[in-house]
């Protein structure tokens, strides 16, 4: 295996604008003055065990379980519990989500696909309006029943905690239990993204009436309490799953999605979907094997189809290692020129493994990436969108045809991470999608529905001879690009990472590798550094530190680029993170400022 040669300047000057503290330091998205809320902190390094997320209040949650002797998996449910109460515009039980574990007792790698799937009455038209016999729109497509695919977030729960947890998911869902009795403190990020959606909010009478109290999103400062999702953690802690799959609250969701409670004197036309109480009795979350590959002498685990992050991560990863890095500009040219190539395959060949023909093996093998790999020039940008590569190539060949637009993927998610004092690991990724899903929250259950549906392509987008592998269809689970990954070295867990943010999970995802791995950077400096994301499309999108940083020098090679316009503009995932320094010690790591900030905890802090 090909191993970098770095000349002797390249981790200086990849640390040259990496000397403020994280904490401190300035990036895209951050407000004069803005700190991160009192009690949050980006970095934490100690013993014991560590959970990093976006919220203060559901980390915490996660030290308690670790500090009360449950284990990763036990903590990783209870902060993703208490991001649906703090974050419930993306976490929500009316989600779903993709798994990915290390296991200290077998050293093995597990992961469990909790991904939404479409309902019996789903067809592959669905989004046609049989009016025009056009795609519908994405605004009208998204606030609606059509959109809601059968939830498999507590699935995700059940199945992690019968296979691996050592606590009751009653027992985990208490803190979060209190937190929605007792309320949070509303901040800027949670206020943002309630007024971002207030226009839509407002049509739908249950979801009015929880987040838009007074008719206004909530004023940063308040205190906000749900105590009807409060009561139906309770009520699933002491009747079980079957009541959400197939039971009475699976009636109550079911019914939602095929008469969603539109206001009378709205205008907006909500439409109605096809999901049915059977739809959610039939659910299951699947055990997957990983993705893996080898990268720079590590093991670089990740999540299977019909996830596309741990495939094209693994492509890209695959792609870049033909390449020896002689400075971080030259690094960050051949990321984006991997990017680029490795999309151009995700949305040719990837989608649910149930219904198309993955070729997962060629697309993570050695051969294809060194084909791919020489399409690469040192000095000059491809133009996108480029042709998918040909799987049955040998040698550097030039693929014929065209390429495809990216398909469009909602940037809105969460991400978490765990680790316990056993060696036991957990990158988690979870969902409903858009900022507030559908818009629909079950009436007095205190919780939004997902929009996944939206995430298939509703015409088919690929190009001429490609059969496209993400058309809708009844009982199938759309492309996702989650990435929660996990990386080994010498058999043993060394980084855990994830991200939100739609399609651009998968080069944050690869950037803090690239950063880690071959630039020299700290995990922390790794998160914080800017970012840019190269998905196939004319432009390359990034953070403006980013441009002021690269962008002359990539220029020269032909990029193009623009800052990212979100949503929120200029500002590239919210990443979390846990490095293994090796006896015993454990950094957790979240976003310094991006998104307000994350929160990093640990059980023991070091002195």
């Known amino acids: 295996m090909r191993r970098r040669t770095a000349v002797l300047g390249l981790a200086a000057l990849a640390l040259a604008t990496l000397t403020v503290p994280a904490q401190a330091r300035s990036l895209p998205g951050r407000s004069p003055g803005l700190a991160p809320p009192q009690g949050k902190q980006a970095v934490a390094v100690g013993y014991g065990g560590a959970v990093s997320s976006v919220d203060l209040d559901a980390t915490r949650a996660g030290i308690e379980v670790l500090r009360n002797g449950g284990n990763a998996v036990d903590a990783a449910v209870a902060t993703a519990a208490t991001l649906g109460v703090t974050e419930p515009y993306v976490a929500a039980i009316g989600g779903g989500g993709f798994f990915t574990y290390y296991d200290a007792r077998t050293h093995k790698v597990s992961t469990i696909d909790g991904r939404e799937t479409g309902p019996a009455g789903m067809t592959k038209d669905i989004f046609i309006d049989p009016k025009t016999g056009k795609p519908l729109s994405f605004d009208e497509a998204v606030t609606s029943g059509l959109s809601i695919g059968v939830p498999g977030t507590l699935a995700t729960w059940d199945k992690a905690l019968r296979g691996f947890g050592t606590r009751r998911l009653g027992t985990l869902l208490q803190p979060a239990i209190r937190v929605a009795d007792h309320g949070f403190t509303v901040d800027q990020e949670f206020y943002d993204q309630t007024a971002v959606n207030a226009d839509r909010f407002k049509d739908i009478v249950p979801t009015r009436e929880l987040f838009l109290p007074g008719g206004q999103p909530p004023a940063v400062?308040?205190?906000?309490?749900?105590?009807?999702?409060?009561?139906?953690?309770?009520?699933?802690?002491?009747?079980?799953?079957?009541?959400?799959?197939?039971?009475?609250?699976?009636?109550?969701?079911?019914?939602?999605?095929?008469?969603?409670?539109?206001?009378?004197?709205?205008?907006?036309?909500?439409?109605?979907?096809?999901?049915?109480?059977?739809?959610?009795?039939?659910?299951?979350?699947?055990?997957?094997?990983?993705?893996?590959?080898?990268?720079?002498?590590?093991?670089?685990?990740?999540?299977?189809?019909?996830?596309?992050?741990?495939?094209?991560?693994?492509?890209?990863?695959n792609i870049m290692k033909n390449f020896h890095f002689s400075d971080p500009v030259q690094a960050v040219h051949t990321y984006l020129e991997a990017s680029r190539l490795a999309y151009a395959d995700r949305n040719a060949y990837v989608g649910d493994p149930a219904y198309v023909d993955v070729p997962l093996k060629t697309l993570l093998s050695d051969g294809f990436a060194s084909s791919r790999a020489c399409l690469i020039k040192p000095d000059e940008a491809a133009k996108s969108p480029v042709p998918p590569g040909d799987l049955k190539a040998h040698g550097c060949a030039t693929p014929r045809g065209q390429g495809q637009d990216l398909p469009y993927e909602g940037p809105q998610?969460?991400?978490?991470?765990?680790?316990?004092?056993?060696?036991?690991?957990?990158?988690?990724?979870?969902?409903?999608?858009?900022?507030?899903?559908?818009?629909?929250?079950?009436?007095?259950?205190?919780?939004?529905?997902?929009?996944?549906?939206?995430?298939?392509?509703?015409?088919?987008?690929?190009?001429?001879?490609?059969?496209?592998?993400?058309?809708?269809?009844?009982?199938k689970r759309p492309r996702s690009s989650m990435a929660p990954t996990i990386v080994l070295r010498n058999g043993r867990p060394y980084l855990a990472v994830g991200s939100p943010g739609g399609s651009t999970i998968i080069t944050t995802v690869l950037q803090i590798l690239l950063n880690r791995v071959d630039l020299g950077m700290t995990l922390p400096q790794a998160v914080a550094a800017p970012r840019a994301t190269q998905r196939n499309t004319p432009q390359t999108f990034a953070e403006q530190a980013f441009i002021d940083q690269y962008g002359a020098a990539l220029k020269a090679k032909g990029h193009d680029l623009a800052l990212f316009p979100g949503p929120p503009a200029g500002v590239i995932g919210a990443a979390a993170g846990v490095e293994f320094l090796g006896g015993g010690r454990l950094q957790a790591v979240a976003e310094p400022v991006r998104r307000h900030g994350g929160s990093a905890m640990v059980v023991r802090p070091s002195r």
């Open 413 to 475: 998610t969460t991400h978490l991470v765990t680790a316990d004092r056993w060696g036991n690991v957990v990158s988690y990724t979870l969902t409903i999608e858009q900022f507030g899903g559908s818009g629909i929250t079950v009436p007095h259950r205190g919780f939004l529905l997902n929009n996944e549906m939206t995430d298939f392509d509703f015409t088919s987008s690929t190009p001429a001879g490609y059969p496209d592998p993400n058309l809708p269809a009844a009982g």
């Open 221 to 317: 400062g308040s205190t906000f309490r749900n105590p009807d999702l409060a009561d139906t953690y309770r009520q699933i802690a002491r009747r079980g799953l079957g009541w959400f799959y197939g039971g009475g609250l699976g009636a109550e969701i079911a019914q939602t999605v095929r008469k969603p409670p539109v206001d009378p004197k709205a205008t907006r036309n909500i439409r109605p979907g096809v999901m049915r109480t059977s739809d959610l009795a039939a659910y299951r979350a699947v055990g997957r094997a990983p993705t893996h590959v080898n990268y720079r002498g590590l093991d670089v685990y990740g999540m299977a189809p019909p996830s596309s992050g741990g495939s094209t991560v693994g492509e890209a990863l």
